[in-house]
């Protein structure tokens, strides 16, 4: 079993929908991450959380909110999507310890 | 705006090549991450080297880092089929806050 796992993988939806992502991770982490890659480029990151009481706002928070509801568990939710949200979103954990972060399959979101 | 910026955007070797890929950076970092990503699918950490190192090799990479010049190199040597993918750096600014600045990734494509 992958050790993060993202739901759903695929997801087309209409603008002014709200949508939610979630993130499932095994490893044990206390840290995780929400990622967006637009086509031909690296990864911005959205909302990042070193454990169940700390959020934080990363480089393109805005039209975005997160959830911490435990330890393994981080979900992304845009409150009324719009087109140029379309893009594919990471989910990543890491340890203090390593400093490497580990990534989700990603799920492709469509904003019609 | 991203930290770094990678060179070259696209890259088209044969199999048994060795194939090079750069990085550059724009402020003082606490460490710089490679990580590889097939197409459409989640990154994969490669290789971390810290700023007061200069070198360090795996399998049959090698990165460098020069702090001097805000810049670092992938080599990915004897290059094979299964190489091809998109790389990126990914530069970590404070110590312990793992918050990664990604590039917009290199296109790796090793033709057999």
Known sequence: DA??????????????????????????????????????LGLRLIYYSFDVKDINKGEISDGYSVSRQAQAKFSLSLESAIPNQTALYFCATSDYFTDTQYFGPGTRLTVL | SQQG????????????????MNCSYKTSINNLQWYRQNSGRGLVHLILIRSNEREKHSGRLRVTLDTSKKSSSLLITASRAADTASYFCATDLIQGAQKLVFGQGTRLTINP
């Open chain 2, 5 to 20: 910026e990678e060179d070259p955007q696209a890259l088209s070797i044969q199999e048994g090549e060795n194939a090079t």
């Open chain 1, 3 to 40: 050790d993060v796992t993202q739901t759903p993988r695929n997801r087309i939806t209409k603008t002014g929908k709200r949508i939610m992502l979630e993130c499932s991770q095994t490893k044990g982490h206390d840290r995780m991450y929400w990622y967006r890659q637009d086509p031909g």
